[in-house]
């Protein structure tokens, strides 16, 4: 089976392949409002050429940096194509960075031209932020603002012809979560991206990947690096209908029109979604493959979604980093997650390395030597898919490779049949235990508990943070869950939006700490973050 090579000319390709996919969006796209929410494949393929007519005009010129700061939608995807047909290098951010974050990043990128919004204009101008002073150009993609460009005069200009570059050149740059300050910014090749992490997902495999008669969803972050690994292979592999969805909270209306039979989401939305469930003609009840990356999910929110479904289906639990692509890959099935563990229930088992595909080391994090099997410890990966520098950073990215082996700053350790086991970040580890594992076990164990967060610093108990659905947490049942587990403070409620969160939904815990007023201190050495 061929694979596909160019980011820039995808959809073109795409429709010399005869591709019929259609793809549907729960809303239009912010760079055609006009055009509804329904394209075929050619019709996409003309909205990338003609967004590469309009960055051309606007003078982007081939090594040049784009960077991209909207409101979550698919067209950060089509900009990214538009911006690598023309030979320049787009950098994907959301519009959920804080706007001291933002203007760090736009520093580094010292980009040519800035694609933003009004919106995004004038939060950062509430905190004193001129962003547009740190682009040589702004394009505002609705309205006018002062010392912009608007996008309609960019509109009507035939693109130049594409433009080719060695697969070692920077292609793609995307930040990470940035859960405990500034994003880095991450960049991918053509190897690593296109030719490694979507080519892998290209090959047509049993069960887990689309077919021809499936209607795929995809409800992610698409300013994230996994955008567009994710929208190459998934056309690539040519299901019947592709759904697109940009907000958790506006979703229902496409669902029902278009049951999804695969279903790829933040664990935040498959959070959101849960009420969903509850009735018996909900909409995710065809779905055969759910495929949860990202962050932590637990075991309560997989059990509700295998059990709402008529099929017999399948959960994909990924893990991975923005610098790497997927690592480790683990499948939950009903009948996995009925054998409950009674003591402690958990989804830390992330399963084994992609064979043939990625290697795994568990090493002390002072001497860097391996550790044995059930041993914590540093987690080193590798693969040929990682990312090939921090921009403005390098000497970060150099601290955290040792020759072929990248530093992934999780803690974990190996289980005697070779899977890993995550307990935490480094820079979240708790002595002892392990606080993504008391999540699981708590949210297993307190019906009411929707998400549930866990905060180590030394000197202090651990401090859980508990969303319940109700805003009430019944203190009985909250005893009951600690009968065997470690000491912790007394909880503290608060409402999902008290919650902060990045824009995959991960929670920023350190700014969670400035909430809590907990200090900064924590048991980690924050080194690998």
């Not at 919004?117 to 505002?140: E, F, M, N, Q």
């Not at 017999?312 to 893990?319: E, G």
């Not at 608060?494 to 939904?505: D, F, H, S, Y």
């Amino acid at each position: 089976m061929s694979k596909p090579r160019d980011l820039g000319t995808l959809f073109d390709e795409l429709v010399t392949r005869r591709t019929r996919t259609v793809v549907r969006l729960a809303r239009p796209l912010d760079i055609a409002p006009d055009f509804g929410t329904s394209y075929d494949v050619a019709a996409l393929a003309a909205l990338v050429r003609n967004a590469a007519g309009w960055l051309h005009t606007a003078g982007v010129r081939p090594g040049e940096r784009v960077a991209i700061v909207k409101r979550n939608h698919w067209d950060y995807v089509l900009l990214a194509c538009a911006a690598v047909r023309i030979g320049a290098v787009p950098a994907l951010l959301s519009d959920q960075l804080a706007p001291h974050a933002l203007e760090v990043l736009l520093e580094r990128l010292d980009p040519a031209l800035l694609i933003t919004t009004r919106a995004v204009l004038d939060t950062a101008r509430a905190h004193g932020i001129t962003l547009i002073s740190r682009a040589a150009r702004t394009v505002t993609l609705e309205g006018r603002y002062p010392d912009t460009i608007n996008l309609e005069r960019l509109t009507g200009h035939e693109p130049p012809a594409p433009v080719t570059r060695d697969d070692d050149e920077p292609l793609l740059i995307v930040h990470t979560s940035g859960t405990t300050g500034v994003p880095k910014l991450v960049v991918h090749t053509n190897r690593t991206l296109v030719l490694g992490l979507a080519g892998g997902e290209c090959t047509r495999l049993p069960i887990v990947s689309a077919r021809k008669r499936d209607t795929v969803c995809s409800a992610i972050a698409f300013s994230h690096g996994r955008a567009v690994p994710w929208t190459v292979s998934a056309l690539w592999l040519a299901p019947r209908e592709i759904l697109i969805v940009d907000t958790a909270d506006e979703a229902e209306p496409l669902l029902r029109a278009h049951p999804p039979t695969t279903l790829e989401a933040l664990p935040s939305t498959f959070v959101r979604w849960r009420p969903l469930l509850e009735r018996p003609d909900h909409p995710l009840r065809d779905v055969r493959v759910f495929v949860s990356t990202f962050d932590a999910v637990h075991p309560p929110t997989v059990r509700a979604f295998l059990h709402g479904t008529r099929r017999r289906p399948l959960w994909v639990q990924v893990w991975g980093q923005s610098e790497t692509g997927p690592l480790t890959f683990r499948f939950l099935t009903r009948r996995s997650l009925s054998r409950r563990d009674a003591r402690h229930p958990t989804t830390r088992n992330l399963g084994r390395p992609a064979p043939g595909r990625t290697r795994l080391r568990v090493v002390d994090p002072n001497t860097f030597l391996p550790v044995p099997r059930g041993t914590p410890g540093l987690v080193l990966v590798d693969s040929a898919t990682q990312c090939v520098d921090y921009v403005g950073e390098h000497s970060r990215w150099s601290a955290k490779t040792d020759g072929e082996w990248w530093n992934t700053g999780d803690v974990g350790m190996r289980t005697r049949w070779g899977a890993y086991l995550m307990l935490d970040r480094e820079v979240d580890v708790l002595p002892g235990a392990s606080c993504v594992e008391l999540e699981d076990v708590l949210e297993e164990r307190v019906p009411n508990v929707v998400e549930c967060v866990v905060l180590g610093t030394p000197g202090k108990l651990p401090q859980p943070v508990v969303v319940t659905r109700d805003g009430v947490l019944d203190p009985v049942l909250w005893r009951s869950a600690l009968r065997d587990l470690p000491a912790l403070a007394e909880p503290v409620v608060l409402a999902w939006e008290q919650i902060p969160r990045t824009g995959t939904g991960k929670v920023r815990r350190m700014e969670l700490r400035a909430v809590l007023r907990a200090g900064q201190d924590t048991f980690g050495s924050g080194r690998w973050t």
